[in-house]
C-alpha cells in the first residue's frame, strides 16, 4: 500500500513537502532495480513524471521542476519524500507516487503500484 501526505494550498513561491508511506509485502516493489517516483496529473491533463529515484541511488527530474523539488527515499522509514521549494502555480495538481520496474522512468505504464494521491494548489 502506498499512501501520499502533506499536499496543500500554498502561495507561489512557497514549499511543501509530500511523504509516501510504502507498507504491505507487494506494494513497493522492492527488489532488484526498483524505481521509486511521484507523478502528477493536472485536471484534464495527462499525468507526468515529476521526479524518480532508483534502488542505485539515482535521481531524475523533469526538466519543469529541476532546481526546485528533491525526491529522497528514507528506506529505513519506508517513505519516499518530495521537497517542493519555489512552487508556481503550473505545479498545481493531484501527486502520486509510484514504484515497479518501468523501462523508462517517465512512462506511468512502467509502474505497477500506485498511491491514492495529495492535491496540491498554487495560487499566484
Known amino acids: 500500500q502506498l499512501v501520499e501526505s502533506g499536499g496543500g494550498s500554498v502561495q507561489a513561491g512557497g514549499s511543501l513537502r509530500l511523504s509516501c508511506a510504502i507498507s504491505g509485502g507487494n506494494s513497493g516493489a522492492m527488489y532488484g532495480n526498483y524505481v521509486l517516483a511521484w507523478f502528477r496529473q493536472a485536471s484534464g491533463k495527462e499525468r507526468e513524471a515529476v521526479a524518480a529515484t532508483r534502488s542505485n541511488g539515482n535521481t531524475l527530474y523533469a526538466d519543469s521542476v529541476k532546481g526546485r523539488f528533491a525526491i529522497s527515499h528514507d528506506n529505513a522509514k519506508k517513505t519516499l519524500n518530495l521537497q517542493m521549494n519555489n512552487l508556481k502555480p503550473e505545479d498545481t495538481a493531484m501527486y502520486y507516487c509510484?514504484?515497479?520496474?518501468?523501462?523508462?522512468?517517465?512512462?506511468?505504464?512502467?509502474?505497477?503500484?500506485w498511491g491514492q494521491g495529495t492535491q496540491v494548489t498554487v495560487s499566484s
Open positions: 509510484a514504484t515497479g520496474y518501468p523501462a523508462d522512468w517517465s512512462f506511468p505504464q512502467g509502474y505497477s503500484y
